[in-house]
Structures are given as C-alpha cells and as structure tokens.
Nanobody, 122 residues
C-alpha cells in the first residue's frame, strides 16, 4: 500500500511565502517524476510544477520565478516553496506521483495526495 501525505497549507498574506511537502510511504520499487497540481474553486485542476528523479523541472508560466519545486529522493518527498504569493494562487494543492511498484514491471500506479488548502488573502 502506497500513501502520499501532504502538509504545509494555510492562510498567507499577499506577497508572503509558504512551503508544502508531500511524502510517499509504503512498499514500491521506484519513483521518477513528482508533481504539484492545484485546483481553484470553479476551475479545472492544473499542473503547477514537475520534477524528475534527476532534478529537471518544469513550471507553469503563472508560477515561474516565484515557486520552486525540489525533492529528497532518500525520503521520497517532494516540496513546493511558494514565494511572492498572489490571491490568484489560492487553491487546493495536490501532489501527484506515478510509482513503479515492482522491479521488472514497468506499469505505473498513480497516486494523489489528499490536498492541502492554500489561501492568499489579507
């Protein structure tokens, strides 16, 4: 059984910072990409940032230069450092991790975190 546990959401003032984390636990073989998505009220879920096991990153245009995704492979944990937050960053943030569960079996199992609310408001 694999579980993703997120933490770090909350209320932040505009211009402030917040850090999210998502830890994968359980029994599995390997993780390549780890991503953060977000969903604002009335909107579709959108990709925020992705990081590979080698450290390559991709960001949504709306967060480039403000958000930083990082990971600790030894802890199977992905982080999202959010700076210069804007009210439009208000959303539920989800981590997404496709996992190879067994050696020799290339199929991926797809896991989502439980979501953590980030509210940017004065």
């Amino acid at each position: 059984q694999v579980q993703l546990v997120e933490s770090g959401g909350g209320l932040v003032q505009p211009g402030g910072s917040r850090s999210l984390s998502c830890a994968a636990s359980g029994t599995f073989f390997s993780i390549n990409i780890m991503s953060w998505y977000r969903q604002a009220p009335g909107k579709e879920r959108e990709l925020v940032a992705t990081i590979t096991s080698g450290g390559s990153t991709v960001y949504a245009d709306s967060v480039k230069g403000r958000f930083t995704i990082s990971r600790d492979n030894a802890k199977n944990t992905v982080y999202l450092q959010m700076n210069s937050l804007k009210p439009e960053d208000t959303a539920v943030y989800y981590c997404y991790v496709p996992i190879q569960r067994r050696f020799g079996d290339s199929r991926l199992s797809h896991y989502w975190g439980q979501g953590t609310q980030v509210t940017v408001s004065s």
